[in-house]
């Protein structure tokens, strides 16, 4: 099975990518993912429902937006499996504001795990990290300057909105005033200056 990342947005397939893609018989990925590499494909495909990947042939290609070791379908990958990494939004994210890769932190709250996520957050703006987060439905940018705020924790926090699209959006605001997101499809970025 090759696992494929088909980048943040549209125009993010890496050559790579779409040489696996071309070359599929089956291909296999999320609406959003099919949708971002339509243009190569020439093959059948299918909407994965199970993201166990149970039921998902070997042989197949399946497509995961930004890049599969970053909160995408490669926790899934066996051993055996091909991973082929796409561009994230935290890499669009870091070129948008000019920001050093070197100084971040990851962190998705994607799984839910909430206080998880919580507590690495805490730790790492103690050793003066950058973070980049991928929120969850219930720990969004409001919920996160809410939580720094009750820890005195005083940052630049910036909202990274449907990055590569043609509506993008990226807003600027602080844990005292937070800046807005008009979609779920965003990211947090939070900067000590």
């Not at 669009?92 to 957050?121: M, P, W, Y």
């Not at 919920?143 to 910036?158: A, K, M, N, Q």
């Not at 449907?162 to 005033?177: F, Q, V």
Request: net charge neutral.
């Amino acid at each position: 099975m090759k696992i494929v990342g088909v980048g943040a947005g549209p125009n993010f397939i890496t050559g790579e990518a779409i040489s696996a893609i071309k070359g599929a018989k089956m291909i296999f990925g999320s609406k959003r993912a099919l949708e971002l590499a339509k243009e190569h494909i020439n093959c059948e495909t299918r909407e994965i429902t199970d993201y166990s990947m149970r039921s998902i042939p070997e042989d197949a290609v399946i497509l995961s937006t930004g890049d599969p070791m970053f909160s995408g379908l490669g926790k899934f990958a066996k051993k055996e499996d091909t991973i082929i990494p796409g561009i994230s939004s935290f890499q669009l994210a870091c070129s948008r504001l000019h920001l050093d890769i070197e100084s971040f932190c990851l962190l998705s709250a994607h799984s839910g795990n909430i206080e998880v996520v919580k507590t690495r957050l805490i730790l790492e703006l103690k050793t003066s990290k950058n973070i980049f987060i991928l929120p969850y439905m219930t720990f969004g940018v409001n919920e996160v300057s809410d939580f720094l705020r009750s820890h005195g924790l005083f940052r630049i926090i910036w909202v990274c909105e449907r990055l590569s699209y043609p509506d993008e959006r990226i807003a600027k605001g602080t844990t005292i005033e937070p800046p807005t997101a008009g979609s779920d499809m965003y990211c947090i970025i939070i900067c000590k200056k």
